[in-house]
């Protein structure tokens, strides 16, 4: 069915820098469109950051635009977040997302704790 592995969560100060990556096996990354979603706790998870598939275009959600940068590696199978300037309300678990049209292949998370 093939897995999605999250991985660069830690904690970091505000105003650092973290890179997520989430490795994917079992099935072709380069047909798929990938995403970062996140969940803060008691609140609902929210989209991050996107990557089309074929051209690699990149959209962002606003709160995180400027700061954060997805990236693909279709060759090894891996996706990335850049994340800088990080500010204590970008604490959450992170979730690497895959799909064909919706979001439907999720990853187990990663935590990232922003301290001020």
């Known amino acids: 069915q093939g897995k999605l592995v999250e991985a660069g969560g830690g904690l970091v100060q505000a105003g650092g820098s973290l890179t997520l990556s989430c490795a994917a096996s079992?099935?072709?990354?380069?047909?798929?469109?990938m995403g970062w979603f996140r969940q803060a706790p008691g609140k609902e998870r929210e989209f991050v950051a996107g990557i089309t598939r074929s051209f690699g275009s990149a959209y962002y959600a606003d709160s995180v635009k400027g700061r954060f940068t997805i990236t693909r590696d279709n060759a090894n199978n891996t996706l990335y977040l850049q994340m800088n300037n990080l500010k204590p309300d970008d604490t959450a678990a992170y979730y690497c997302?895959?799909?064909?049209?919706?979001?439907?292949?999720w990853g187990q998370g990663t935590q990232v704790t922003v301290s001020a």
């Open positions: 997302a895959a799909g064909l049209n919706n979001y439907d292949w």
């Open positions: 079992g099935r072709t990354f380069s047909f798929y469109r």
